[in-house]
């Protein structure tokens, strides 16, 4: 995070801007970068220290005391100043915001809104209770052994009520195929304790093809800041991410029903500030809304879009927390991320064809996360990308063409894994 800059006006005073981080977040870099341009930042992180850069204020918080933690933002504001607003970033940096700022007297989602966006069995129940479409859905307790299963309306997906990133997601076609579900998904919880980790979620498979919509809830309404296509298939068995492509070739009416639905489900939600991150499945039925994160797109697909004079999608996010005119339109041209998957379990030895790869036009960047040695875990249980492929062009079909080709090139080399075989 070395280099960002600190602009000052000779006699104004730069506003306060109090970022809420978990440890490790991918979008702890862009974010700072976007608001040193325009405030004096405080770094907040859970831990015996704040995981800052030396020359950043930062400060360590018990995020599971929240008196503890506004005692010390009080004293922190007394000492250099009111903070202007309060940034969450990923999930468990919008629910500690969203926590915090009515004891702060800021702007954020209620507290309650941002659980339900972090809960599938409670964003179910909100979606229904306000008919947005939604597929059948129960909760279920995490038992392989109980009853009743056989007469459940299959194909099924199978997903954790609290867990993101697809993790622990799985498709199951028959009651003997969820009540081994449910068995691997007991395994996957019980090496990642929290919240709902007795339960899972239930709902019927639906087919058709996925969006994801990026937006902005400024006083309740929302702005789309992009709508990203999914070119490819997401049938199961798991349900990894992979290609985002944007602007989407869909056409104008299904654009605007998809805002419609993802709008109708924010309210539902009762979000009414800031990012959010939509999926949606389409099929002759209409629009479904599969999940809304009160937070921006994941990773480092962020990166995709530019607003305005070059502004990045972090620098919008700030500008909204802070109270800053917005410039929403989209800079021209295609642009498409691939989310590289982990082919399978092992560790990782070398990738092969990195110069080929970046070589096929349209590639505008190539980062493998993974480092030589890591252990690398694939879906259901795992929880990362291998790393991120971007490319830019005049069309969308040929920024996907581009992605497939440079995915092509690569191969990456693993050697075994001695902690057990996981079933694909």
């Known amino acids: 995070m070395r280099g960002l800059r600190r602009r000052r006006v000779r006699g104004l005073k730069r506003p306060r801007l109090l970022v809420i981080a978990p440890f490790g977040?991918?979008?702890?870099?862009?974010?700072?970068?976007?608001?040193?341009?325009?405030?004096?930042?405080?770094?907040?992180?859970?831990?015996?220290s704040a995981l800052v850069r030396s020359d950043l204020p930062g400060l360590a918080l018990p995020f599971s005391d929240l008196e503890a933690c506004r005692r010390l933002l009080t004293e922190e504001a007394r000492r250099a100043g009111a903070f202007r607003a309060i940034l969450g970033l990923d999930d468990r940096g919008t629910e500690i915001a969203g926590a915090l700022a009515p004891l702060l007297g800021l702007r954020a989602n209620a507290p309650r809104a941002v659980a339900i966006a972090r809960r599938k069995d409670l964003a179910r129940a909100a979606l229904a209770g306000a008919r947005v479409r939604v597929p059948w859905h129960?909760?279920?307790?995490?038992?392989?052994?109980?009853?009743?299963?056989?007469?459940?309306?299959?194909?099924?997906?199978l997903k954790p009520v609290a867990l993101s990133g697809s993790r622990g997601v799985m498709r199951v076609d028959d009651e003997a195929a969820l009540r081994r579900g449910l068995t691997r998904l007991a395994a996957i919880l019980g090496a990642t304790p929290g919240e709902g980790g007795d339960r899972a979620l239930v709902e019927r498979f639906i087919p058709g093809i996925e969006v994801a919509l990026e937006g902005l809830l400024v006083g309740g309404r929302l702005r789309t800041l992009a709508l990203f296509d999914?070119?490819?298939?997401?049938?199961?068995?798991?349900?990894?991410?992979?290609?985002?492509?944007?602007?989407?070739?869909?056409?104008?009416?299904?654009?605007?029903?998809?805002?419609?639905?993802?709008?109708?489900?924010?309210?539902?939600y009762?979000?009414?500030?800031?990012?959010?991150?939509?999926?949606?499945?389409?099929?002759?039925?209409?629009?479904?809304v599969i999940e809304i994160a009160s937070r921006t797109i994941g990773g480092l697909c962020g990166r995709l879009l530019r607003f305005g004079s070059g502004r990045s999608l972090e620098d919008?996010?700030?500008?909204?927390?802070?109270?800053?005119?917005?410039?929403?339109?989209?800079?021209?041209?295609?642009?498409?991320?691939?989310m590289i998957p982990i082919p399978g379990l092992g560790f990782l030895k070398r990738v092969e064809g990195v110069m080929a790869a970046e070589r096929v036009p349209g590639i505008v960047e190539l980062v493998i996360d993974a480092h030589e040695g890591q252990e690398?875990?694939?879906?259901?249980?795992?929880?990362?990308?291998?790393?991120?492929?971007?490319?830019?062009?005049?069309?969308?079909?040929?920024?996907y063409e581009a992605l497939r080709t440079a995915h092509g090139h690569l191969r990456f080399v693993l050697t075994p894994s001695w902690r057990g075989a996981l079933t694909r």
């Open 25 to 48: 977040s991918y979008r702890t870099a862009p974010f700072l970068a976007a608001a040193a341009e325009h405030a004096d930042v405080v770094l907040a992180s859970e831990g015996s």
């Open 138 to 157: 129960q909760v279920l307790a995490l038992d392989a052994r109980q009853p009743g299963l056989a007469a459940l309306p299959y194909p099924l997906v």
């Open 230 to 268: 999914k070119p490819e298939p997401l049938d199961g068995p798991f349900f990894e991410e992979t290609y985002y492509v944007t602007p989407s070739r869909l056409d104008d009416a299904t654009q605007e029903a998809v805002r419609r639905e993802v709008a109708r489900g924010a309210r539902a």
């Open 270 to 288: 009762g979000l009414t500030e800031g990012p959010i991150h939509a999926e949606c499945r389409i099929n002759a039925d209409g629009v479904w």
């Open 316 to 338: 919008i996010v700030v500008r909204h927390a802070l109270g800053l005119p917005l410039a929403l339109k989209r800079a021209s041209g295609a642009a498409g991320v691939l």
């Open 376 to 399: 690398l875990v694939p879906l259901p249980e795992g929880a990362s990308y291998l790393g991120f492929l971007f490319a830019r062009g005049p069309d969308p079909e040929g920024v």
